[in-house]
């Protein structure tokens, strides 16, 4: 119905070269895409897909409309470097000095904690029973952009340098993308993220230009 022009992926950013071999009549999910450290293999990173999974489906619906389709996350290249800098930090830093926030549910796991108040153990059941199988499909991205606001706005969570990171980067690519000239851009990412790159909309998206987001649970913090 959207009919983008552009297809915004949570992945990797330094991945984007072979996201054309996922046309491969041969290629049958489930399959992953491998990332390493050419000088030290035991840097490595599997994104795995299966047939159903949001990003393998936007891939192969962008590829079937010869849509132009980005990874927008922090390259992988960057995020092995920052692997080894928070491993040395970790090991001179001593025990106690970071605050302990497991102890609260709702902050260690905000989706998990909503799960159990609905009667779920399991937060993906919960996600797909309340999201995935529901049949009105547009109304549903703007009760989920109400819930992860809400979460991400009002319980003081204090997320990792990392995850503000990526965000960062991924508001980055999109700005990126309106400057190459796209105007109906499709993001697919986790749910968690959606509301800090929603927050460019309003800042540089013109009259002309729309933003819709596509959500996955897999990975969302």
């Not at 079937?64 to 920052?82: G, H, N, V, Y």
């Not at 779920?120 to 606001?149: C, G, H, P, Q, Y």
């Not at 997320?159 to 000239?181: C, H, I, N, V, Y």
Request: proline content about 6%; overall charge negative.
């Amino acid at each position: 119905e959207m009919q983008p022009d552009c297809l915004l992926i949570e992945g990797p950013n330094d991945a984007n070269t072979v996201i054309p071999y996922a046309d491969n009549g041969q290629l049958e999910p489930p399959v992953a895409l491998l990332l390493y450290q050419p000088d030290n293999l035991k840097r490595a990173s599997y994104f795995p897909f299966a047939n159903y999974s949001p990003e393998w489906q936007a891939i192969q619906f962008g590829l079937k409309q010869a849509l132009e389709i980005r990874f927008i996350d922090l390259p992988m290249s960057l995020q092995f470097t920052l692997d080894r800098e928070e491993a040395e930090i970790r090991q001179t830093s001593l025990e106690g000095e970071m605050e302990d926030q497991s102890n609260l549910p709702i902050i260690n796991d905000p989706l998990g904690y909503i799960a159990s108040i609905a009667g779920f153990k399991d937060s993906e059941r919960w996600w797909d029973s309340m999201f995935e199988t529901r049949n009105d499909e547009t109304d549903v991205f703007e009760a989920v952009a109400e819930l992860i606001t809400t979460l991400r706005t009002e319980l003081g969570r204090q997320e990792s340098p990392r995850t503000l990171l990526r965000e960062a980067f991924m508001r980055k690519m999109m700005r990126q993308t309106l400057k190459d000239g796209f105007e109906n851009i499709a993001v697919i990412c986790g749910a968690w993220h959606m509301p800090v790159l929603q927050e460019i909309h309003q800042q540089f998206f013109s009259s002309k230009t729309h933003l819709h987001f596509y959500l996955m649970m897999s990975h969302y913090l």
